[in-house]
């Protein structure tokens, strides 16, 4: 069965303070891993998709990066603004598989 | 990228009643997918809107319950059936286009029944 896993829940961070987000995914057959910023009250916003190990794409202070197993999101000398919640989901036969999501709060 | 309008963009229902969700995108997309987000909770895909077809519900929805259409490549709606307070969530239009690169999402619609 295809699994998608973050980790963690909950993220507090200063801010300046770097950290990643772990997605560990289980799927028959990877069509892309997809991750996205919600803000409370709104739909997904679209982010990166990663199509194969060894891939690294980069917006702003974000980098994403993806293993066989498993994706990291980098999260670079965070601000404020960066505060909300980062979801992970793979593709496989045309439909998304969404993780839990890591909820990301920057403390000024 | 799609811009993506979902009207309402939010419903307060008596229960047994029926709420009907559209979603219209400002340009042609193959692939229109409805999801829910329980509160708390992440995404769960409810249904491919299939143009000129049926659509293709995933396990635990059933048609009856959520009957959707798409009557072309640019809109599609979701209708809710006889509500109970557990159908309270956020229900989101997904939208992509052939070869799967990018998925775009409107900005759901938060319908709480009471």
């Known amino acids: 069965e295809d699994q998608v896993t973050q980790s963690p829940e909950a993220l507090r961070l200063q801010e300046g303070e770097s950290s990643s987000l772990n997605c560990s995914y289980t799927?028959?057959?990877?069509?892309?891993l997809f991750w996205y910023r919600q803000d409370p009250g709104k739909g997904p916003e679209f982010l990166f998709t990663l199509y194969s190990a060894g891939e690294e794409k980069e917006k702003e202070r974000l980098k994403a990066t993806l293993t066989k197993k498993e994706s990291f999101l980098h999260i670079t000398a965070p601000k404020p603004e960066d505060s909300a919640t980062y979801l992970c989901a793979v593709l496989n036969t045309g439909k998304l598989i969404f993780g839990q999501g890591t909820t990301l709060q920057v403390k000024p | 990228s799609a811009v993506i309008s979902q009207k309402p963009s939010r419903d307060i229902c008596q229960r047994g009643t029926s709420l009907t969700i559209q979603c219209q995108v400002d340009?042609?997309?193959?692939?229109m997918f409805w999801y829910r987000q329980q509160p708390g909770q992440s995404l769960t895909l409810i249904a491919t809107a299939n143009q000129g077809s049926e659509a293709t519900y995933e396990s635990g929805f059933v048609i009856d319950k959520f009957p959707i259409s798409r009557p072309n490549l640019t809109f599609s709606t979701l209708t809710v059936s006889n509500m109970s307070p557990e159908d309270s969530s956020i229900y989101l239009c997904s939208v992509g286009r052939q070869g799967d690169s990018e998925a775009f999402f409107g900005q759901g619609t938060r319908l709480t029944v009471v």
């Open positions: 340009s042609q997309v193959t692939m």
């Open positions: 799927v028959s057959g990877l069509r892309g």
